[in-house]
């Protein structure tokens, strides 16, 4: 007490009278009583007498009436154990712990704010005080909140606690700190986390974002952020499944001694993950279409997509490449779906460009148009396909014979179909002849595509899988394959008719032929008109007649499959026994047993 100065020399007066210093019996509390001199300020600093002193612990006081007081608010405060003293500086060297806001202290390390008695005059004012404490003085404790930028973790904001550093050792300046309802869980200051955190305040590596709106949150603290809090780089976005999620931030702060304020860590689960978006209009690296298929762009949408979104478009949105188009036979439309990388992938068919040709030069007596509609812009590469292109005589009194189609499809060249004609045949024009022009077929071969004369044939094949219907089967006298004649027509007149879209036409179906040599009944019943017997993947169940049962009852179903019922089943007489399947487990049952009863007999 004698080294404590009566008050600091800015408040020094010979006025003061009466001044005394004593021990509030009501509380382990300093008290210093004396009569205020008209000079001293409300608010009054006690200093240490000697230079070579430190002063430690509570040292603001307030005035109330007369007497220089501990603040009210401390003396209020059951959980403090107050302690003031003069220490000798050079005694205690290393051994002083100061607060964060004292100049020229920067060896706190838990970022600390060690409160004197808060201002409180009439709630006015609300300011507080820094002080310094003796290292290792676990005999008093003090009210404690941490540094700005940094908060006690689970909400705590004011704590008690003591210096505990090593004595002697100012780096290793810090704290004990718990609270009153929870003593025994020591306290440590955490970095906060910053509002509005960019990808770097984030731990972990599967996210992928620019920065999250989130509030400011001690160490702890958990936020739900949705995708509408997401901000992500440019020309990137969330994906389309991860625009309903709730992204789960939480703060893990950071110890004082090694993070700085506003800088917690954070961590997120699941985390965003910004994703590449897909342009409007794709093309080249945007598009996700084998280089061969000649496509150059493709008009998505009217502005950039999400990865994970699908686009249909009209094959009019396609753009092929130079002395290429989609084939008349194309798909209308074609789906596309967004990837992660910002590239579109087909969704089924890709769009297939092929080469255009040039028009052939007609002659005087022939020439060359689309077969579909008759049309000839000569001004206008013909579009790829397959027979797209006929040739035909200018005279209509004259008739074609021979090869009659073209393809665009090789070369960007025009090429005249000669199968079944020869490698070397040609088309002409001819009068007073008769022509039978090619059949119609669908899913069938044709063994000539072009002009007949009468008396020659052409063949229809049905492909491996496909055959005709029962109707076409019992007029041809085979399930695939047809021999149709050009023969003449007269009329009543005896005269010849042009047998010009005369010939009938023909399609194969996928699937199975009728059943031969079962005796019983197969459901479904075949079918005989416009489809195979039996479509292929149907079912059929067999049913042996009255009297009869399968021999192998395991074979009742069976499903059309590529063509073809994987097996007939044979029914026997029902005083028959069944047949198991050989390797079944009754079967092995039957034969082990006979082997137990005779090794039994000898």
């Not at 860590?265 to 342009?279: D, E, G, H, I, R």
């Not at 007149?493 to 199975?512: A, Q």
């Amino acid at each position: 007490q004698r080294k404590l100065r009566r008050v600091r020399e800015a408040v020094v007066s010979t006025q003061s009278t009466g001044t005394s210093l004593h021990t509030n019996p009501h509380r382990s509390t300093l008290v210093i009583t004396c009569t205020i001199p008209p000079s001293l300020t409300p608010m009054t600093d006690l200093g240490c007498e000697g230079d070579g002193d430190t002063m430690i612990g509570y040292y603001t006081l307030r005035t109330m009436d007369d007497s220089l007081f501990w603040g009210k608010d401390v003396l209020e405060d059951e959980n403090l154990v107050l302690k003031i003293d003069c220490v000798s500086t050079t005694d205690n060297e290393g051994n002083f712990c100061f607060d964060a806001d004292q100049e020229g202290h920067s060896n706190t390390k838990m970022h600390v704010q060690i409160f004197s008695v808060p201002w409180s005059v009439d709630s006015a004012r609300d300011s507080s005080r820094t002080m310094t404490l003796l290292g290792g003085d676990s005999t008093a404790n003090y009210r404690i909140t941490c540094d700005e930028g940094y908060s006690f973790p689970g909400g705590v904001t004011e704590a008690y606690g003591y210096c505990s550093s090593t004595f002697g050792d100012a780096a290793s300046n810090v704290y004990t700190a718990a609270t009153a309802a929870d003593p025994n869980t020591n306290l440590e200051c955490q970095a906060v986390c910053e509002a509005n955190p960019g990808i770097g305040s984030f731990d972990g590596s599967e996210m992928a974002f620019d920065s999250i709106f989130a509030p400011q949150m001690s160490a702890g603290e958990t936020y739900s952020a949705t995708s509408e809090n997401v901000v992500c780089d440019s020309g990137m976005t969330l994906s389309v499944s991860d625009m309903s999620t709730q992204f789960v931030i939480t703060c893990n702060g950071g110890a004082a001694a090694t993070t700085s304020a506003y800088n917690g860590s954070l961590s997120c689960n699941p985390c965003p993950v910004c994703k590449a978006m897909c342009p409007a209009s794709a093309e080249d690296d945007a598009l996700g279409i084998p280089e061969e298929n000649a496509v150059a762009s493709v008009a998505m949408a009217a502005a950039s997509q999400s990865h994970g979104t699908t686009i249909t478009v009209s094959s009019d949105d396609v753009t092929c490449k130079t002395d290429h188009m989609l084939p008349e036979s194309s798909p209308q439309t074609y789906k596309f779906e967004c990837g992660e990388d910002g590239v579109y992938t087909c969704v089924g068919e890709c769009p297939l460009c092929k080469g255009t040709c040039a028009w052939l030069e007609g002659t005087d007596s022939y020439d060359y148009r689309y077969a579909s509609d008759g049309s000839s812009d000569k001004n206008v590469p013909v579009s790829p396909g397959e027979n797209n292109v006929e040739v035909y005589c200018l005279d209509t009194s004259d008739v074609l014979v021979g090869p009659r189609f073209l393809s665009c499809l090789h070369n960007n060249t025009l090429q005249l179909e000669t199968a079944g004609f020869g490698k070397n045949a040609t088309f002409s024009c001819q009068s007073n002849v008769s022509v039978c022009e090619a059949p119609i077929v669908t899913n069938a071969t044709l063994s000539q595509s072009g002009n007949i004369l009468v008396g020659e044939s052409y063949t229809v094949k049905c492909p491996s899988g496909y055959i005709f219907d029962m109707v076409t089967k019992e007029t041809q006298g085979s399930p695939n394959r047809a021999v149709v004649r050009c023969e003449t027509l007269t009329d009543g007149n005896g005269t010849v008719i042009n047998l010009n879209d005369e010939l009938p036409s023909f399609t194969c179906y996928e699937g199975c032929g009728s059943v031969e040599d079962f005796m019983g009944i197969v459901q479904p019943g075949q079918k005989r008109q416009k489809s195979a017997p039996y479509p292929e993947g149907t079912v059929l169940t067999f049913t042996c007649q009255t009297g009869y049962h399968l021999v192998i009852p395991s074979r009742r179903e069976q499903t059309c499959t590529e063509g073809s019922i994987p097996i007939v089943p044979s029914c026997a007489e029902d005083d028959t026994k069944p047949t198991g399947d050989p390797n079944s487990a009754s079967s092995l049952s039957v034969t082990m047993t006979t082997f137990v009863l005779l090794i039994g007999l000898s």
